[in-house]
């Protein structure tokens, strides 16, 4: 199964989308607390804005954890990764808490699910989790029912059944399912398991995942015998079929949406460029320039520092008076393949130990494809802006 579009290519468009503005950029009509700002920003007087200081969202004041480097995360903690793997229970299909599947025709994209806002960038994506016989492959009649019964889990955050989906086949067998599937009831915010018959047809999840910083977390979904595991930041791309990858029989498809209000306020300052080595499949080094309209570009170099599960941590320098670099970066998969390519988050601190700026970036091979440097500021700031589309 062949993605729909290159990762990367959608991130260089989201970046030049935030640098530069563009058609779709309208406040979400729907949204009446698009305009709300956190504790200490200034209220954005922009069109549709409704300040209202009892009805202020709950978001923790920005501050050097809009990132964190720590690994900690990057892989499942062992007692969740043995709850994972434990069956649904015929008395969890009848207990309170049990979602049966909804039969639905249409197609279902992520983007239905979005709320109005969240509080910082990063914490929050929504996805379409779908396996079995996609369109537009034409699955052929099936003579049993087979098992795809499976959990999506991840090492820190909640997860959030939105909806259970149930697509039925054209050629189901001939004998009717032998019991009804269902999401099992959530005993864990971070683990969601499921069982799943299928015949000729598929089923899916419409979940919203949410993470308390944005720090390396990883993704992992098992469907059938099949495991994969992903950094999270992967799915936090804007409208993007952000993966999928082949079944014994059938495929599974991911369709990820990231929520492009945010209540803080960040201005864009440069870019990165540069070049990229790897050590076996993890960072060797990183060397390049940031870039500013109207400056000298400012070097930039790091290296990799240690790496667990689909995550690197990397550390360097930046500029000439004594400012570090520090962040991390995601491994990819395709296929079961290591990819030269992945999201890159980082942030610069000066000498004094203040934050200075953040960054995201995608690397492909040995190059950045897109990326851009950002710093936080008030809401009524030169170049301020809510519709944070390049941040993770």
């Known amino acids: 199964m062949k993605r729909a579009r290159r990762a990367g290519g959608v991130v260089l468009g989201l970046v030049l989308a935030a640098c530069g503005g563009g058609a779709g950029d309208e406040p979400d009509a729907g949204g009446a607390d698009c305009g709300l700002d956190c504790t200490g920003d200034e209220p954005d007087a922009g069109a549709g804005a409704v300040i209202d200081a009892g009805a202020a969202p709950e978001c923790p004041p920005p501050n050097e954890d809009v990132i964190s480097v720590s690994l900690a995360n990057a892989e499942l903690p062992d007692d969740l990764a043995e709850a ?18 909804e039969v639905v025709v249409e197609q279902v994209s992520a983007s239905s699910a979005i709320p109005p806002m969240v509080c910082l960038p990063g914490l929050e994506t929504e996805i379409v989790l779908r396996w079995g016989h996609l369109p537009p492959i034409v699955p052929p009649p099936a003579t049993e029912w087979l098992d795809f019964s499976g959990h999506i889990a991840i090492s820190k955050g909640t997860i959030e059944l939105v909806r259970a989906l149930r697509w039925e086949g054209a050629d189901d067998p001939s004998d009717p399912r032998p019991r009804e599937d269902f999401v099992a009831p959530q005993t864990d915010p971070r683990l969601l398991r499921f069982t799943s018959l299928i015949g000729s047809g598929s089923d899916g999840l419409l979940l919203r995942i949410r993470r308390p910083v944005v720090e390396p977390v990883e993704l992992q979904i098992r469907v059938g015998q099949a495991l994969q595991t992903m950094p999270l930041d992967q799915h936090h791309s804007l409208h993007i079929e952000s993966g999928g990858w082949d079944l014994p029989v059938g495929q599974v498809e991911i369709d990820a949406y990231v929520q492009r209000e945010t209540a803080g306020c960040y201005a864009v300052t440069g870019r990165i460029e540069g070049v990229w080595t790897y050590s076996g499949t993890a960072l060797g080094s990183f060397s390049g320039e940031i870039v500013r309209e109207g400056a000298a570009p400012q070097p930039i170099a790091f290296d990799g520092v240690d790496a667990r599960g689909k995550y690197g941590n990397f550390a360097g320098t930046s500029g000439s008076a004594g400012a570090t ?62 519709k944070s589309w390049f941040l993770f």
């Open 84 to 101: 994972a793997e434990l069956p649904p229970t015929e008395e969890e299909g009848a207990a309170d808490g049990a979602v049966p599947y």
């Open 325 to 386: 670099v520090e962040g991390y970066y995601g491994l990819r998969e395709i296929f079961g393949e290591f990819a030269e390519e992945g999201p890159v988050v980082g942030r610069i601190v000066s000498s004094a130990g203040e934050l200075e700026e953040l960054f995201v970036a995608y690397y492909e091979d040995n190059g950045i494809l897109g990326s851009v440097v950002y710093r936080r500021v008030p809401c009524d700031a030169p170049g301020a802006m809510h």
